[in-house]
């Protein structure tokens, strides 16, 4: 993909204090909250966000050359993991995908390893520990390649500085989004009407954006942004979950 950015100071980051609740599951001191659920966490990445944005059959459809997913919270790489595993199984790929995430505190090289010793999908997941443990982190953009079919963008520092700093104009659009934060209370600033508004933006006209919630305060924002929205059966024990598309 290519992607431009305003020049921006943004601040060193810190790295995320990890912690294992009582379950084992990785999760987030700051913020109180789990990165992925181990009791189905993958399964519920294939339902929310591959089948949400319909990624088997838009693939089996389209030629595509680079396929670029947007991802808000980049935290453990799960998802780009799954994504990566979930592919394995196509028939018809896109050659390349790109995977644009956010993330405000990336973990630090140890505690992403630690992060997945319970990883069920041992080649992807050391693909993506190995990039991400050579890789020299900077706040801003970092472009960490994985294999010749997947390059990870990794933008760091707050969602809601860094998305407005892409010039809509001068880099690729976005085909699908996984919106990934922490639960929209805890963590505002990654479902704003800001971010959204950005977002829109970014989007290709086919684009699609897929979610685990369907709170209040999402689904007002995405339509105060021009998403039309689309409540479908959620995962495990939640009940709905969302798919949006931009309307122009
Ligand atoms: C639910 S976790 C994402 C899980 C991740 N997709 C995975 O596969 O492990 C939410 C992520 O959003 C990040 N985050 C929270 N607020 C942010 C902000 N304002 N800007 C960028 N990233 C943020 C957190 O640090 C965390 O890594």
């Not at 942004?225 to 949006?244: D, H, I, S, W, Y």
Request: proline share 4%; aromatic share 12%.
């Amino acid at each position: 993909m290519h992607i431009v950015l305003t020049p921006l100071t943004l601040a060193p980051f810190s790295y995320a204090k990890l912690t294992f609740n009582e379950h084992n599951e990785p999760t987030n001191l700051d913020f109180n909250d789990v990165y992925f659920s181990d009791a189905g966490g993958f399964e519920e990445t294939k339902h929310v966000f591959i089948a949400g944005n319909n990624l088997k059959e838009r693939f089996s459809t389209n030629d595509y050359k680079d396929f670029v997913i947007l991802e808000t919270g980049f935290g453990t790489g799960s998802n780009l993991i799954t994504l990566m595993n979930f592919t394995q199984s196509l028939a018809k790929k896109p050659k390349h995908i790109s995977f644009l995430s956010f993330e405000l505190m990336p973990l630090s090289k140890d505690d992403f390893f630690k992060a997945h010793k319970f990883t069920p999908f041992n080649k992807e997941a050391q693909k993506v520990i190995n990039a991400y443990t050579v890789a020299s982190l900077k706040s801003g953009l970092n472009i960490i390649p994985i294999d010749k079919n997947f390059t990870l963008y990794l933008i760091i520092g707050d969602i809601v500085t860094t998305i407005k700093a892409i010039d809509s104009k001068l880099s690729d659009k976005v085909d699908a989004v996984f919106l990934d934060g922490f639960a929209p209370k805890q963590n505002e600033a990654m479902w704003s009407v800001e971010v959204f508004k950005a977002l829109h933006d970014l989007l290709t006209p086919e684009a699609s954006l897929a979610t685990f919630s369907v709170a209040r305060m999402v689904r007002e924002h995405l339509q105060a942004c021009n998403f039309t929205l689309q409540k479908r059966p959620g995962f495990g024990r939640k009940r709905e979950m969302l798919v949006a598309y931009p309307i122009f």
